[in-house]
């Protein structure tokens, strides 16, 4: 559950952004040494009061078993820019799609505070981390190299949506998604509006299902599946959003859920659509000219 930090908790807070940076650390090298003022070793609860109270940042954090778990600031600035801060999560806690709902409610909260860009930075040597940001719709925009780092700042920012952003969260397993839900949005596409009942059931009995629900309520809004071996190759299937839902960010938000999965890494993926190739291609698709074959269901 993400949430408000409340003074009493920016010690915990600190605690959590620098053990989320040690992993940064212990990978490139920096220690207090050579990298004091990096993150995992100048962040305490004294810097981050004084974020609160003085730069009047927006602070949350998201909480898993009674545990903090997740954080992130906001920096609201001039000409309707903001900067997003130590977005971190803890080690132990990572691969569950928690960075990128934090990501998330930061843009939502963004747009809330009339924020039309969010700026951010990145040790420009994490190449991982700026693709992540990168399939979250972040830009590169510069880098610049400090003498007192011994490594190359990187700068990006997110084009927040015009569009509200909706509140919502991505439940994965088909015994928390409700198959009737799915049969009312797959009677909204071209390619399964025919499925029966049977069909649908089996086909999420034998996959691995991922529904969207918005937090204010039970309906679900968007819906995907796949198949893999989980060895060399995944399949994306179904894809959908409800039509009343659609333009909001949940298409993006699911297809980047499913394919940062530490279970689909480094597989590969395929699909098939016949008009969202530009969506797909910014999560690494490419269309295969002359290499894919399809064999039809009817054709024996």
Same mark, same amino acid.
Not at 33 to 53: V, Y
Not at 132 to 138: F, I, N, T
């Given at each position: 559950?993400?949430?408000?930090?409340?003074?009493?908790?920016?010690?915990?807070?600190?605690?959590?952004?620098?053990?989320?940076?040690?992993?940064?650390?212990?990978?490139?090298?920096?220690?207090?040494?050579?990298?004091?003022?990096?993150?995992?070793?100048?962040?305490?609860?004294?810097?981050?009061?004084?974020?609160?109270?003085?730069?009047?940042?927006?602070?949350?954090?998201?909480?898993?078993?009674?545990?903090?778990?997740?954080?992130?600031?906001?920096?609201?600035?001039?000409?309707?820019?903001?900067?997003?801060?130590?977005?971190?999560?803890?080690?132990?806690?990572?691969?569950?799609?928690?960075?990128?709902?934090?990501?998330?409610?930061?843009?939502?909260?963004?747009?809330?505070?009339?924020?039309?860009?969010?700026? &951010?930075?990145?040790?420009?040597?994490?190449?991982?981390?700026?693709?992540? /940001? #990168?399939? +979250? !719709?972040?830009?590169?925009t510069g880098m610049e190299?400090?003498?007192?780092?011994?490594?190359?700042?990187g700068y990006m920012k997110?084009?927040?949506?015009?569009?509200?952003?909706?509140?919502?969260?991505?439940?994965?397993?088909?015994?928390?998604?409700?198959?009737?839900?799915?049969?009312?949005?797959?009677?909204?596409?071209?390619?399964?509006?025919?499925?029966?009942?049977?069909?649908?059931?089996?086909?999420?009995?034998?996959?691995?299902?991922?529904?969207?629900?918005?937090?204010?309520?039970?309906?679900?809004?968007?819906?995907?599946?796949?198949?893999?071996?989980?060895?060399?190759?995944?399949?994306?299937?179904?894809?959908?959003?409800?039509?009343?839902?659609?333009?909001?960010?949940?298409?993006?938000?699911?297809?980047?859920?499913?394919?940062?999965?530490?279970?689909?890494?480094? &597989?590969?993926?395929?699909?098939?659509?016949?008009?969202?190739?530009?969506? /797909? #291609?910014? +999560? !690494?698709?490419?269309?295969?000219?002359?290499?894919?074959?399809?064999?039809?269901?009817?054709?024996?």
């Open positions: 559950m993400i949430r408000e930090v409340k003074r009493e908790e920016l010690s915990a807070c600190a605690d959590l952004i620098r053990k989320s940076f040690q992993t940064v650390a212990d990978e490139f090298g920096f220690t207090r040494e050579n990298a004091p003022r990096f993150t995992a070793f100048a962040t305490t609860e004294e810097r981050l009061t004084w974020q609160m109270e003085s730069e009047h940042r927006l602070m949350y954090l998201d909480e898993e078993d009674d545990e903090v778990c997740g954080y992130y600031s906001l920096l609201l600035r001039d000409r309707n820019e903001c900067e997003l801060g130590n977005l971190s999560v803890l080690p132990e806690y990572r691969h569950r799609g928690i960075g990128g709902q934090l990501l998330h409610h930061a843009i939502k909260t963004a747009g809330e505070q009339d924020c039309t860009v969010m700026n &951010l930075s990145i040790v420009e040597e994490n190449t991982v981390l700026r693709k992540w /940001y #990168e399939r +979250y !719709g972040a830009v590169h190299k400090f003498d007192f780092f011994p490594f190359t700042c997110i084009i927040l949506p015009k569009q509200g952003t909706m509140d919502f969260r991505i439940v994965e397993g088909a015994d928390r998604i409700s198959i009737d839900e799915v049969i009312r949005l797959l009677r909204t596409t071209y390619w399964a509006n025919k499925r029966s009942e049977e069909q649908i059931r089996k086909s999420m009995d034998n996959s691995s299902c991922y529904g969207v629900y918005l937090n204010d309520g039970q309906k679900l809004v968007g819906f995907a599946r796949v198949i893999s071996d989980f060895a060399t190759t995944y399949y994306l299937a179904d894809v959908v959003i409800d039509p009343d839902c659609r333009h909001r960010g949940l298409g993006k938000a699911l297809v980047s859920h499913i394919v940062s999965l530490p279970e689909y890494a480094g &597989l590969r993926g395929l699909l098939l659509t016949k008009d969202a190739h530009g969506l /797909y #291609e910014k +999560y !690494g698709f490419e269309t295969a000219d002359g290499r894919a074959m399809v064999k039809s269901p009817n054709h024996g």
